[in-house]
């Protein structure tokens, strides 16, 4: 390992420090180094706020100011170059005078995209790009989706029972133990949103919150075509931006929002357009069986989280959904858990 990817990879480390609260923006780390020290370093810390280039520049002392300008700054993602809800980073770098930037990728936000590195190199600026490419595209896999596909990054995520059963025949069965629970709570706190099915609304009566760890409560989603959910669930409690995707309302109560889909037409690639619409970049699919399978058949997923409780056994329940073209990317093992990690192959 040279040193542009060590500094990179302590980029991504920082950047990782604001997962769940930069969104829709990307994961942002920036370290600024003199002669092999760390002189600088930050991240972006929350959406709106000072991106990873500014606070990293802020975090400068005062005594190595004067280093600044004999330094190179290293950066997961390409320093922006527009006015959004911040100055561009590529203009405060310029203005700096660090002679050198070293970028982990491009930026595939159409108003960056390549701009920032060329208004850098146009000042001077000694620029290198695709130093640990790969893991940094990984690192914002869910706005990269979001801005080549034009469509939120998806993850399923469903327990089932040893034999494959996500439910038991009279309904709701808890499989899951306490410690992936508190597990998912921490999925649930790292994506834009969370989608249930109306059934699983209506038998379950999910608060989908993060109460069972420190983090930003997702939007909450549910599909109601009908709107024959009772405002008595817990997911109309208010407090939390609920969406209710529906056949009948377009409109907006306080936190509470109907969006209206069509009747004619494929309700995932509705719902994908409506979150795209909506600017929501990821969105946590905790089910239905018949809500999850429906992404899976139209080929619309990019991450499977599936628990399997290995001491449980659920007779004449319900079957899991099936992945098709998976591969198994890692496991990890929660006591009577195990929880594998899925990608499309």
């Known amino acids: 390992m040279n040193f542009s990817e060590l500094y990179l990879y302590r ?6 420090l604001g997962s769940g609260h930069v969104a829709p923006n990307p ?5 600024l180094v003199h002669g092999g020290r760390i002189i600088g370093e930050g991240y972006h810390q929350i959406y709106g706020q000072a991106h990873a280039e ?3 520049i802020a975090a400068v002392k005062e005594e190595d100011r004067a280093l600044i300008r004999e330094s190179t700054i290293y950066v997961s993602l390409e320093p922006c170059a527009h006015f959004g809800k911040t100055p561009p980073c590529a203009d405060l ?6 002679p050198r930037v070293v970028v982990g990728c491009r930026d595939p936000f159409p108003e960056v995209d390549g701009k920032g590195i060329e208004k850098l190199r146009a000042a001077g600026v000694e620029v290198t790009v695709g130093v640990l490419e790969q893991e940094c595209r ?11 596909k034009h469509r939120p990054y998806i993850v399923l ?8 059963r996500i439910a038991g025949a009279g309904g709701r069965v808890s499989i899951s133990n306490e410690f992936t629970n508190r597990l998912v709570h921490k999925w649930r706190s790292e994506e834009t949103s969370i989608l249930v099915g109306t059934n699983t609304a209506l038998v ?5 919150t993060v109460r069972l760890w420190k983090g930003v409560n997702p939007i909450r989603l549910v599909i109601d075509r009908e709107l024959r959910l009772p405002g008595s669930l817990r997911l109309f409690d208010g407090e939390v931006r609920t969406i209710v995707f529906n056949e009948l309302l377009h409109e907006e109560r306080g936190n509470l929002q109907y969006y209206q889909l069509a009747t004619d037409s494929s309700l995932v690639q509705q719902l994908l357009m409506g979150l795209y619409q909506l600017k929501i970049s990821s969105v946590l699919i905790e089910g239905g069986a018949a ?7 139209e080929g619309y997923w990019d991450e499977a989280r599936v628990v399997t409780n290995e001491t449980l056994q659920i007779p004449d329940g319900l079957a899991s959904p099936a992945l098709r073209g998976e591969r198994l990317v890692g496991q990890e093992k929660l006591f009577s858990d195990v929880i594998s990690y899925y990608r499309p192959d």
Do not use: Y
């Not at 990984?138 to 080549?148: K, S």
């Open 93 to 98: 770098i310029i203005r700096e005078g660090i």
């Open 291 to 297: 809500l999850l399978q429906s992404f899976i058949d």
């Open 54 to 56: 500014v606070n990293c």
């Open 138 to 148: 990984e690192l914002n896999r869910r706005f990269f989706t979001f801005h080549t």
């Open 204 to 208: 379950d009566d999910p608060s989908l």
């Open 11 to 16: 980029c991504i480390e920082l950047a990782r």
């Open 27 to 31: 994961m942002v780390g920036a370290v």
């Open 157 to 164: 995520k469903w327990a089932q029972s040893m034999n494959g």
